[in-house]
């Protein structure tokens, strides 16, 4: 199937031209975002960190909604304190970063844009003092978070969000196609096979009776232990022979001692024929 790539560019010219330069301001931020940077945490960890150290509070919220509404919405509801409370920290960070850098409007900008939004919430109810503290670093309630400790620690756990909610994921169907294409490849092999073995089992059925010969070792199945088990068959004998074995085994025993009887018995299988077909024992 032909494909064709259309590159970034076209698409914002193409914007320009329909004059919709208000869609090309959101599709900027979405372009940012597409394909979620290759289903790499790292990379979509560092997206985060890049709008935190420009100050952009919308690219930051636009770039979290982004993964609230196409990823984490689709987990399961055991993630969600889990999910909320990365966002209060990301949150939190852009604030720390600022304070951090003496960029006091940024904060300010912050409760301005977002205050109506959290202020209903009980884990910001101790933020909203910050803009009005002087050394917040040095405040117990803001202390923690001035730590670089804390900070790598929310990196990382960001990082192990991510991971853990693309794998979570159920692949797309288009995605499912070349292990679907390479299964029926498999089974279609398989098939092949078994018509092919089928047909070679039904060889002797089809040639004329007799021209197939059973001793081939082609025809025996693999594994078997070729012995010669031909004595086990039981000699056909009639009353008579076996009365005439008799008297003779015990002319032969005759005059021998106790001990020698059992030594001169012959148990090979094949004695007793030799004495019946021998002519000097007939009677």
């Avoid at 010669?228 to 015990?250: G, K």
Wanted: charged share 20%; aromatic share 10%.
């Amino acid at each position: 199937m032909l494909t064709i790539a259309i590159g970034p560019n076209a698409i914002r010219r193409l914007l320009l031209l329909r004059g919709l330069e208000a869609v090309l301001k959101t599709s900027s931020v979405k372009l940012k975002t597409s394909q979620h940077k290759g289903g790499r945490p790292d990379k979509i960890v560092e997206q985060f960190v890049h709008f935190i150290t420009l100050y952009d509070l919308n690219g930051l919220k636009d770039y979290w909604n982004h993964f609230d509404q196409s990823v984490f919405e689709r987990l399961d509801q055991n993630f969600m304190p889990a999910i909320k409370k990365m966002e209060n920290s990301l949150l939190r960070m852009y604030l720390i970063n600022a304070c951090i850098n003496g960029k006091q409007e940024k904060v300010q900008e912050f409760f301005e844009k977002l205050g109506s939004e959290l202020q209903h919430q009980l884990e910001w109810k101790d933020w909203f003092a910050l803009p009005f503290i002087k050394n917040p670093e040095e405040n117990p309630a803001y202390m923690v978070y001035f730590t670089r400790q804390w900070q790598d620690t929310m990196l990382i756990s960001l990082h192990n969000l991510l991971a853990v909610s693309f794998q979570c994921l159920p692949q797309p169907k288009l995605t499912t196609y070349n292990e679907e294409a390479g299964r029926v490849t498999r089974l279609q092999a398989e098939n092949d096979q078994l018509k092919s073995k089928l047909a070679r089992s039904n060889v002797c059925d089809t040639h004329e009776p007799g021209s197939c010969n059973i001793l081939s070792s082609d025809n025996l199945p693999p594994g078997l232990d070729l012995i010669d088990e031909f004595y086990l068959i039981p000699v056909d004998t009639s009353p008579a022979d076996n009365h005439s074995r008799s008297f003779r085994s015990f002319i032969r025993g005759f005059g021998t001692n106790n001990s020698g009887i059992s030594g001169s018995l012959n148990t090979s299988p094949l004695s007793g024929r030799r004495a019946s077909s021998s002519p000097m024992n007939r009677f």
